[in-house]
């Protein structure tokens, strides 16, 4: 069965401290893509990153990180020197290669920085 | 280069109603999936369309039905509508290559009273 956790519900912060974001997912195929992906109030899902299941090397972009580590079936997301800008929900999500992209989504961690 | 976006932005319907919500896929992209997301859940696969046809649905009942159009268009319709099917309804589109990041639209927020 396919399932993707995010643990915490919400998160707050002041502005310039660093935040981790946890996912993580359950799949019984071997190749698999995980993804993260922004929700301001706006409504519209950002996509940041996908990694697929072969390329276990952390990814830095910008102020962003991605740790993934399939011994512990994981992929957490650090924002360095957080922002206002960053509030947001941030999801988690797992699609599986003969799944046609279909998207399974955790529940979402409510990020709120303060200035 | 235009992203995905979808009509209208906003729907208020009365139990019982019918509803279409309408997405246009961004440009190059020939798959269109949609989803529902409830206040403070992630998004549910509701189906999704390539050629023209269904090819992969989630847990919803066939009061919800959906079309795709040549131009690659799609159209999400509800029947009867619950109480239960207010929310945000989310059009994305894709390539068809597995593990083709999915572009979001805005939503429809849909609230039956």
């Known amino acids: 069965a396919q399932k993707v956790t995010q643990a915490q519900t919400e998160i707050s912060v002041v502005e310039k401290e660093d935040v981790t974001l946890d996912c993580v997912y359950e799949?019984?195929?071997?190749?698999?893509?995980l993804f993260w992906y922004k929700q301001p109030p706006s409504g519209e899902l950002v996509f940041l990153i996908r990694r697929n299941s072969f390329d276990e090397q952390n990814e830095i972009s910008g102020r962003y990180s991605w740790n993934f580590q399939k011994s512990t079936s994981s992929f957490n997301f650090t924002i360095t020197a957080s922002q206002v800008v960053d509030s947001a929900v941030y999801f988690c999500?797992?699609?599986?290669?003969?799944?046609?992209?279909?998207?399974?989504f955790g529940a979402g961690t409510r990020l709120a920085v303060h200035p | 280069d235009a992203g995905v976006t979808q009509s209208p932005t906003h729907l208020i319907k009365t139990r019982g109603q019918q509803v279409t919500l309408r997405c246009s896929p961004k440009?190059?992209?020939?798959?269109v999936s949609w989803y529902q997301q409830a206040l403070g859940q992630g998004p549910q696969f509701i189906f999704q369309y390539y050629e023209e046809e269904e090819r992969q649905r989630g847990n919803f009942p066939d009061r919800f039905s959906g079309h795709q159009f040549p131009n690659y268009s799609s159209e999400l319709n509800v029947n009867a509508l619950l109480l239960g099917d207010s929310a945000l309804y989310l059009c994305?589109?894709?390539?068809?290559?597995?593990?083709?990041?999915?572009?979001f639209g805005n939503g429809t927020r849909l609230t039956v009273t």
């Open positions: 999500a797992l699609s599986e290669a003969g799944g046609y992209n279909k998207l399974i």
């Open positions: 440009s190059g992209h020939d798959t």
């Open positions: 799949t019984r195929d071997t190749t698999y893509y």
């Open positions: 994305a589109s894709s390539l068809g290559t597995p593990g083709s990041p999915l572009h």
